[in-house]
């Protein structure tokens, strides 16, 4: 039950990357540790000879492509063990097999990219010290001690990951079902404390704290870990991996649908790709919160950077985003849609789906109007302000705000049906169960809108910001008190079962392109992250004086992340023809 | 290997849906280059360079038009500045040491929170802290000629008499 | 939905059935209304702001 052939290989890259990591950090350490607490030095001022040169190499280009490649080969496999988890621990509580072995499946599939992870994270290393060695001097001088908890991290999710998986057959009864378990959670929290670890250097990069204005630093490492963007963006990554590994894993389950020969086939792939999304989907739904909250702190940290962020240059990127979120948006409710056909009672509500539709389609068109069109401060005043004279209106925050909360409620609603397909409840009150929910939507809506015209257009800043609370906390209302009088409606009522599989093989498409989509944006909000420190290495404290410290246009960005994205599935793709070759054998081909 | 070729097609179209909207259909911007370390080529000699060297760092290197808008309301509009600062100094929110219009111009820019105008502090602190940096913090940076040239240009746009010396005078 | 009634007795029953449910249909907007205005209100004031807006 190992797996066999070229996966052989490479594990060796796992236990050198921590033994090397091991070494280093504690190279470092004696070297802080030499330097005593009064031996901070500022920040170094560079010129642009400072910076090595390869000829016919951009340095900016190769450490973007080895960072982006690392970050997604990293949020992939911090993803996958999180799910593995869950399905696991689902399929114990339900004592349903499926779930046990999707969740194996998917950590077979998936273990190459343990290595590729570490491979990847050793060629951003190599390329930063290479091209940037006074910055990676510099950070190395503060955070020389963290490195110690990322190698002692990286060791623990290392030996976590081969129990986990090697003991998955072995452990599989009893108490040794439990102890896997123990072993699948010890594995997530050795993974997330790696990125939490790994978030530390970034965001001081950001927003650094327990530095002077010089940048000498003033000792105490925590405060430099825990700078304004830490939290946040620990939270951010946490739930946007989770989110990530749904998409791949639900996309893999697409592709092995689209070429299943049998029945049952073809219904475990649906079953499992309607699973991974829905998980995907549902890390997806909190994500603009904690984007909130980074980009809060962002403007705490320092409203130039946030301006720069949301009004400056970068105010078309996030139409790019709405572009993409909207088409994400679409493609859930279309599977939904797809799936209605898996219930019995499903036909009777493909009714509704035209105007559900409607009112997506138009909220995505809301989403997508250009709302700054700033381009610098002398622009802005030639153009008599910020916002466009026609589209203005639809432009500003309070009706994205809007836009995005029914978008948040209609596809809400799809899920309902989606449920009601298969489920028909029998309660003598259904009627005005139904009376209630409709009753519940027709208020959230008037009061969303009451909330975005009144309050966006009317009031001042401060109300325009405050409003968009409100606006959010009726949606979750909604959701959970939806789902509240589902559950007491449901209860004694006649349930089919899905029959998997019954779906159309357009459907699938939709999973790959979430997949597709969620690559891309990452990569695009990646840059977005990092380019607002603009011309600093370390923002406000380390300037960037190499010939690339200028930042790049969006256009620029976009291909650089084009590029990166069709390597990077490419290699997805071949890790996963890898897992499946020996699977194929055992399985007895229903793949 | 139908299916490889089709998914593979329609990964490929996506993304180059997105790339295509990224690269042609938003306008094309590119950020400019890093400001340099001073805006000013020389010393001011004459007001008029002074006031050019204000107006230009107003909008360039400073920021300060990025919140400083009409349409923003994410800092107060300063076309009257000039007009109101000697007022400020007699308001009951006022915690500086500066002793004319001049001076209270200088320290809003170098301790934004000695006067926070209603409605602007940071929230939370009850009006008592500015969201603004000191400009001549490392993120902004400008130079005492440049914070300088600055108030003389808020003195130009809310039409008062520009009290502000030129740097050779000032050195006497 | 299937409710093809035959009888005048079945039609009045579902006709009174669409009256009380139209009547819960307005009920729940009202109440639920109600609720996200108090929500709004409280949301608001967490915020340090007035729910009714002034000048």
């Known amino acids: 039950m190992t797996h066999r052939g070229p996966l052989r290989c490479l594990p060796p890259t796992r236990w050198l990357v921590p033994v090397l990591a091991l070494l280093a950090s504690a190279a470092l350490a004696q070297d802080v540790l030499a330097a005593g607490p009064s031996g901070y030095a500022p920040a170094p001022v560079l010129s642009p000879g400072d910076y090595p040169a390869i000829r016919g190499l951009s340095p900016r280009l190769a450490v973007w492509f080895a960072a982006q490649m690392h970050v997604w080969f990293a949020a992939f496999v911090l993803a996958v063990p999180i799910f593995a988890v869950i399905l696991e621990f689902v399929g114990v509580v339900k004592k349903d097999a499926r779930y046990d072995r999707v969740a194996y499946e998917f950590l077979r599939v998936s273990i190459t990219a343990f290595s590729l992870t570490a491979v990847t994270g050793g060629i951003l290393l190599a390329a930063l010290i290479v091209f940037y060695p006074d910055l990676m001097k510099y950070l190395a001088s503060i955070f020389g001690p963290t490195a110690l908890f990322y190698a002692l991290f990286f060791f623990f999710e290392t030996a976590a990951l081969y129990t986990y998986y090697y003991g998955w057959k072995r452990m599989a009864e009893g108490r040794l079902k439990l102890l896997h378990l123990a072993v699948g959670i010890g594995l997530n929290l050795s993974g997330t404390g790696l990125m939490f670890v790994a978030n530390a250097w970034v965001t001081f990069m950001m927003t650094p704290a327990g530095v002077d204005a010089a940048g000498a630093f003033g000792g105490n490492v925590w405060e430099a870990v825990n700078n304004h963007l830490w939290s946040p963006m620990n939270l951010h990554r946490f739930v946007a991996n989770i989110a990530y590994g749904g998409s791949i894993a639900g996309a893999y389950a697409a592709y092995r649908f689209l070429g299943a020969s049998s029945e049952e086939g073809r219904a475990h792939y649906d079953w499992m790709g309607y699973t991974a999304s829905l998980i995907a989907i549902g890390a997806l739904l909190p994500l603009p919160f904690a984007g909130y909250w980074l980009t809060a702190e962002i403007y705490s940290f320092s409203q130039q950077m946030g301006i720069t962020l949301m009004g400056g240059v970068f105010a078309w990127l996030f139409i790019v985003q709405a572009v993409i979120i909207g088409a994400l948006f679409l493609a859930a409710n279309y599977y939904l849609w797809c799936g209605f056909g898996r219930g019995g009672y499903g036909a009777g509500y493909l009714k509704y789906v035209k105007y559900i539709a409607v009112v997506v389609a138009a909220s995505f068109l809301v989403w997508f109007t250009p709302h700054t069109l700033i381009l610098t401060p002398s622009e802005a005043r030639a153009i008599g302000g910020q916002y466009h004279p026609y589209l203005g209106p639809l432009g500003l925050m309070p009706a994205k705000n809007t836009a995005v909360n029914m978008m948040l409620l209609f596809t809400f609603l799809s899920f309902l049906l989606y449920r009601r397909a298969h489920r028909r409840p029998v309660v003598p009150w259904v009627k005005y169960g139904n009376a209630l929910q409709a009753g519940l939507f027709t208020a959230a809506v008037a009061n969303i809108s009451f909330l975005g015209v009144y309050y966006g257009y009317f009031t001042n800043t401060v109300y325009k910001v405050a409003s968009s609370v409100p606006q959010v906390a009726t949606t979750l209302f909604v959701i959970v008190a939806c789902l509240v009088i589902e559950w007491l409606m449901a209860r004694g009522g006649r349930s089919e079962d899905f029959k998997w599989g019954r779906m159309p093989e357009r459907s699938q498409y939709a999973l790959i392109l979430i997949a597709v989509s969620f690559t891309w944006l990452m990569g695009l909000m990646g840059f977005v992250r990092s380019a607002i420190r603009q011309h600093w290495h370390v923002y406000s404290v380390m300037k960037d004086a190499s010939a690339e410290a200028f930042t790049p246009s969006i256009a620029y960005a976009a291909k650089v992340v084009s590029a990166g994205t069709v390597v990077f599935l490419a290699i997805i793709v071949f890790i996963f023809w890898l897992g499946g070759m020996g699977q194929e054998k055992e399985a007895g081909g229903d793949g | 290997m139908g299916r490889f070729v089709k998914t593979a097609a329609f990964s490929l179209f996506i993304i180059g849906l997105y790339t295509f909207y990224s690269v042609f259909v938003i306008p094309p911007i590119n950020p400019g280059e890093p400001p340099s370390e001073s805006a000013a080529s020389g010393e001011p000699a004459t007001i008029v360079e002074l006031l050019a060297l204000g107006e230009e760092v107003y909008n360039g290197k400073g920021a300060c038009a990025l919140c400083h808008t009409r349409e923003g309301g994410r800092a107060p509009a300063l076309e009257g500045s000039a007009l109101v600062a000697k007022a400020r100094l007699s308001s009951p929110g006022y915690s500086g040491k500066a002793v004319d219009a001049e001076s209270y111009l200088y320290e809003s820019l170098v301790d934004p929170s000695a006067y926070v105008v209603p409605g602007y502090g940071v929230s939370g602190t009850d009006g008592g802290v500015s969201p603004m940096p000191d400009v001549r913090a490392s993120s902004i940076g400008l130079s005492e000629t440049e914070i300088r040239a600055v108030i003389a240009y808020l003195q130009s746009v809310s039409g008062v008499e520009i009290t502000v010396a030129l740097p050779e005078r000032r050195r006497e | ?55």
């Open chain 3, 1 to 55: 939905m299937a409710l093809e009634a035959g009888s005048v007795a079945m039609q009045e029953q579902n006709s009174a059935l669409r009256m009380k449910t139209t009547l819960a249909f307005i009920a729940s907007v009202l109440g639920f209304g109600a609720l996200f205005l108090v929500l709004d209100l409280l949301l608001f004031n967490a915020q340090g702001l007035s729910f009714v807006f002034k000048g």
